[in-house]
């Protein structure tokens, strides 16, 4: 049915920019039937806004798109749905209080009246050919993640999608959830089927796909068969300079108790126990991660500790103040008590636009957040925050227009620098980050990983939540591992396997 | 694979991008455009319906609201009444509190400054009446914006129901108020409170009649300013309109910025029911809002909060209130032509604020691509 080296799409000369910046340059690229291309490169190198050209989500400024050898112009999702593209996005594009098997048939106006019977039929027949496992009665509000994503590319192959373009497919799975999406893509491509990656992480490029496109800052680098390509290669032609692949650790040099968190326990507004009786310690120039399946308690862990989330009788936070030696209560306060009481705890949440920082702010009026307040005065003193906004600028090399250009606008590393830097410029003794490194590129968080080593070095308490297990293993010193709100095991970050960590993030009780 | 069909499209005609950032002079030209398309699409529609010469139909419209001093300073007093509710508006929608209920906020207050003058209007030196006056006005209307705010803070209830539902408690509690100052007897109206003593009344300043409401709301209007971009209390309002998340992690109080925040616009607004009874009508009845409590909304939004802007816009409506009843009255046209004006004119004004975020690109014609390919 297919021959290996039939084309499916062909793009040549794709331009597209959005007012000043140019998104993608004069791009060629050709996809195969039959095979997994990914396409690699750095955050905001203009992967996903290529794919969207061809799922008619942007029109190109320039260029010509060809499908199945022939010129197109794609204007529409529908447009791309005649030709036969489906996209899966990041974001899931589903309506929660609808079925999955109404989630599929929206919008496809098929011309009769909705056959429930013959819809579910056909979609465990794709399921069954494929290998999914989703139930077309269920409702999506009460899907796992995974339950989303496997729907969605349900959606697009009902609609008979030839060509699968898939946007960061794995950023929100775990590790055997992957595994799992890696043998459907490789059921399609063994159907004929033309399957898209568009991601940053090596190692998955390697295990999936059979040719690898990179792209670099918008512009077009090469295509290179996977069999040719190490990690070092790849990472070569992505970042343009060869980047050390290893995370320094310095030895602990300073260690004192600084947060003893008892007896933590988050009972949340459905009445399901998030966090249940956590105890540990962390100590000062020591980076302590925090492993875990997302959705274990990590963010609950964090905002307990932030004075954010109310918790349960009987739970104990206290911090020993390194100066004073005086010992603290958290429980109970809030951000503004936690400042007053003298403890300088800061802390990078997860959601960067909607928690960390103000998007219609610019990054002047972001570094005041927290001590806008300060002093007296009614009025707001902006030179300080002029100044810090102007020192990160430049230490951190952001990107951006202009300090006062809302952070929003800025790309996800370049809101990162942001909101890292405000938070280490507050001189912390305990620093918490909440995924720190996620959805950046290797050189943004190479600069993040090492602000957390100086931190360390200085003294500071980190507690580092991550989810790439390559990552904590080098870079922290103990690893604590969460399941289901409950600390499944603390193990040395030096001498632990990734195996022995992933076998507790899994651990049942 | 399976045959696909033909296509054939053509580029898509226009495309709307969005731009980047414009510049301050690039945004008013836009907005000039804008309005001149709107006097031409006036014109067109003026002369198609009516007959009439659209030269002189705007001629008397400019004379309706400026043509003589006392017309020029009812458009003032109009403009400064929108001012001022926009004003009381602005850090409510700021922090994204959608406060409708404008309209009931200036009702209480107005309610209040009447029931002063009646009951002490000839009790108490003028300089004390006019301050009791000024503080009842505030408190109704911070009241009126506090009991939402309230609610909305302590069990989330929804801000624009509530908002809305309290300006019908405010035109009833307007009608009882009217029935029991009813004079003369039978009229159902409070007609002009103290047109004897004139207590409780606006004093010229400057020799004009409404140089005191001027005089207040331009106070108002750079308190207001320097309230919201320069206050502590002015960023935790755009903190919080932002991201109730972020404020929290701020430290920021939201409950109590949310209500402090309502108690003030309420005040500003319950203030200009007090310069609409005191300083403009000197009498109190269900219309005395007259829909500005809505009306101020698209003022503060087109403004996007900034009060100098405000003044601006204000006086386009005004202007536009007036110009429409003159012509209305002049050419013997009904209310509703003028009505459509109006209309039009707000639509190209709001149209512009479009194009100053987004632009539109036009397909290449043949002929033009074949040019180009020639080079």
Not at chain 2, 151 to 156: C, I, M, P, Q, R
Not at chain 2, 354 to 360: D, P, R, V
Request: hydrophobic share 45%; aromatic share 8%.
């Amino acid at each position: 049915m297919s021959n290996e080296y039939k084309s499916a799409i062909r793009m040549e000369g794709v331009t597209k920019t959005f007012g000043s910046v140019i998104a993608n340059q004069n791009i060629n690229l050709d996809i195969r039937y039959g095979e997994v291309l990914s396409l690699l490169g750095e955050n905001g190198s203009g992967k996903t806004t290529l794919m969207n050209m061809l799922s008619g989500i942007y029109f190109p400024d320039a260029g010509q798109i060809y499908v199945n050898d022939e010129p197109v112009m794609i204007r529409s999702p529908k447009d791309a749905f005649d030709l036969k593209i489906g996209m899966i996005h990041q974001h899931f594009k589903l309506v929660d209080v609808f079925t999955a098997a109404e989630n599929i048939v929206l919008g496809l106006n098929e011309g009769k009246r909705y056959d429930k019977k013959e819809v579910a039929r056909r979609v465990r027949e794709i399921c069954a050919k494929y290998g999914f496992d989703i139930d077309p009665e269920q409702k999506v509000y009460s899907m796992s993640v995974s339950q989303k994503q496997t729907l969605e590319i349900v959606k697009v192959l009902y609609r008979g999608a030839d060509i699968l373009i898939l946007d960061e497919p794995t950023a929100v799975l775990t590790l055997q959830e992957i595994e799992k999406l890696f043998s459907v893509i490789r059921n399609m491509r063994a159907d004929g089927k033309s399957v898209v990656i568009i991601t940053h992480k090596l190692n998955e490029v390697l295990a999936v796909s059979d040719r690898v496109a990179i792209l670099r800052h918008g512009e077009y680098i090469a295509t290179v068969d996977t069999k040719d390509a190490t990690e070092l290669s790849l990472t070569e032609m992505m970042v343009g300079k060869k980047v050390e692949l290893d995370i320094a650790r310095d030895d602990i040099a300073d260690k004192k108790l600084r947060l003893a968190v008892k007896d933590l326990t988050v009972v949340n507004g459905d009445g399901i126990t998030v966090l249940d009786h956590i105890s540990f310690d962390a100590f000062s120039g020591e980076i302590l991660g925090v492993a875990g399946i997302s959705g274990c308690g990590q963010k609950e862990l964090l905002e307990s500790i932030a004075g954010l989330q109310k918790t349960a009788e009987g739970a104990s936070v206290v911090f020993s103040d390194p100066e004073s030696g005086e010992e603290k209560q958290l429980i109970g306060t809030n951000p503004k008590k936690i400042r007053e009481l003298g403890v300088h705890l800061s802390f990078v949440p997860e959601d960067r636009l909607g928690m960390g920082l103000v998007g219609s702010m610019g990054m002047t009026e972001n570094m005041m957040l927290k001590n806008y307040s300060d002093g007296k005065s009614l009025f707001l003193d902006r030179k300080q925050s002029k100044a810090l906004a102007e020192r990160i600028l430049t230490e951190l090399e952001v990107v951006t227009p202009g300090i006062n250009t809302p952070v929003r606008r800025l790309s996800g590393g370049n809101v990162q620098k942001v909101l890292v830097g405000r938070e280490i410029a507050a001189a912390p003794t305990v620093l918490m980050t909440a995924y720190a490194v996620r959805g950046l590129d290797i050189n943004t968080s190479y600069t993040i990983y090492n602000l957390l080593n100086e931190q360390k070095k200085s003294g500071v308490a980190v507690i580092y939540v991550g989810e790439d297990l390559d990552v904590l293993l080098q870079l922290c010193d103990r690893i604590m591992v969460l399941c289901g709100g409950k600390i499944t095991g603390i193990v040395d970050g030096r001498t632990a396997t990734k195996e022995q960590v992933g076998a507790l993030m899994v651990k049942s009780h | 694979m399976s045959h696909l069909p033909q296509t054939h499209k053509k580029e898509p005609l226009v495309r709307i991008v969005k731009r980047d950032a414009v510049s301050a002079k690039k945004a008013w030209g836009i907005r000039i455009i804008g309005l001149l398309c709107a006097l031409v699409v006036c014109a067109v529609l003026i002369f198609a319906l009516t007959k009439l010469n659209p030269i002189s139909v705007y001629t008397s419209m400019f004379r309706g609201a400026f043509g003589t001093a006392r017309r020029s300073w009812q458009t003032i007093r109009d403009a400064m009444m929108l001012l001022c509710v926009s004003l009381g508006l602005a850090p409510a929608f700021m922090m994204r509190f959608w406060n409708i209920g404008a309209e009931g906020q200036i009702l209480v207050g107005g309610v209040a400054t009447a029931g002063c003058m009646i009951y002490l209007g000839d009790k108490m030196p003028t300089p004390l009446l006019f301050v009791v006056m000024f503080a009842a006005s505030i408190l109704a209307g911070a009241l009126w914006g506090f009991v939402p705010a309230f609610f909305k803070a302590k069990f989330g209830t929804n801000e624009t129901l509530f908002t809305l539902m309290m300006n019908y408690i405010a035109i009833q509690l307007t009608s009882y108020f009217v029935a029991l100052w009813e004079k003369p007897f039978g009229s159902n109206t409070v007609g002009i409170i103290n047109d004897r003593t004139n207590a409780g009344w606006f004093r010229p300043l400057f020799g004009q009649q409404y140089g005191w409401n001027v005089v207040i709301v331009l106070l108002i209007t750079i308190g207001m300013y320097f309230y919201l971009r320069h206050s502590k209390q002015g960023y935790e309002i755009q903190v919080v309109g932002e991201s109730e998340n972020t404020a929290r992690y701020a430290g920021i109080n939201v409950r109590r910025v949310i209500m402090r925040t309502m108690i003030i616009s309420g005040s500003i607004c319950g203030l200009s029911g007090f310069i609409a009874v005191a300083g403009a009508g000197h009498t109190i009845s269900v219309s005395t809002a007259g829909g500005r409590g809505f009306t101020a909304i698209i003022v503060a939004w087109l403004s996007k909060f900034n009060p100098f802007v405000m003044i601006i816009f204000s006086f386009l409506l005004a202007f536009l209130d007036k110009g429409a009843a003159e012509i209305a009255s002049k050419f013997n046209l009904n209310d509703h032509v003028s009505s459509i004006l109006k209309g039009i004119i707000l639509f190209f004004v709001l149209g512009s604020e479009f194009f100053i975020t987004y632009k539109l690109i036009f397909r290449k014609s043949e002929k033009e691509i074949a040019a180009k390919e020639e080079k």
